[in-house]
């Protein structure tokens, strides 16, 4: 029997991958479509950092309380930051009612260098690079050093945040010197790191040492 031979019509092209783009102010980046939610989001699955969209704006979860009142029906209390413009306000939704689920995805870029009153963050895989300004990096720079992984969040193809590791690792560039004895005795003293923090630290803590810093709470954690 004679071989079989697929006919190839020489017009046929396969088709591409989907690619959107949206235009950022200060980076164009690719939005790449996500995969759609199998089950709907309710007011009963909001929980502290949960991403939700209220009248088209993206908002993370601060706080929340289900209340149950004697008479009346259930709802939930929350505290909303807004990620646009980092406000706050308080919104109750009733329970069980349906909410929009903010699309938002981290991925991990390398904070490089501060250019003027922006912040440069690279992909190391591509070497593209995004930028924010001070403002929307607001107290977090007192942390931020270079060469750090963060985390980018992206909404709708915009960097709309960025995340911190954790714990950071920094050098003490100014305290008050040490006494032989204060391991023992406990006590603290305050120690200005490379990134121009203040850290409550131990007093036997030294100028050049290295220490742990948790960035939720600016608090000293251990000796690196």
Known sequence: MAGFSAF?????????SPSVSFNHPLKRISYRP????????????????SNIEVDGTPWRVIEF????PGKGAAYVRTTLRNYLTGNQVEKTFRAGSKI???????????????DGSQYVFMDLSSFEEF????KDVGDKSKWLKEGMDC???FWKGKVIDFELPITVKLTVVEV???????TAQGG?????????AVVTVPLFIERGQEIMVDTRTGQYMSRA
């Open 8 to 16: 190839k019509c020489p017009c046929f092209r396969p088709p591409s």
């Open 34 to 49: 996500r995969l759609p939610r199998i089950y709907a989001f309710s007011s009963n699955d909001i929980k502290v950092g």
């Open 65 to 68: 309380l289900h209340v149950k």
């Open 100 to 114: 929009e689920e903010a699309d938002i995805f981290k991925e991990t870029k390398q904070y490089t260098y501060k």
């Open 131 to 134: 930028r924010l300004n001070e």
């Open 151 to 153: 985390n980018l969040l």
């Open 176 to 182: 008050d010197p040490g006494v032989k004895g204060d």
């Open 188 to 196: 603290s003293k305050p120690a200005t790191v490379d990134t121009g």
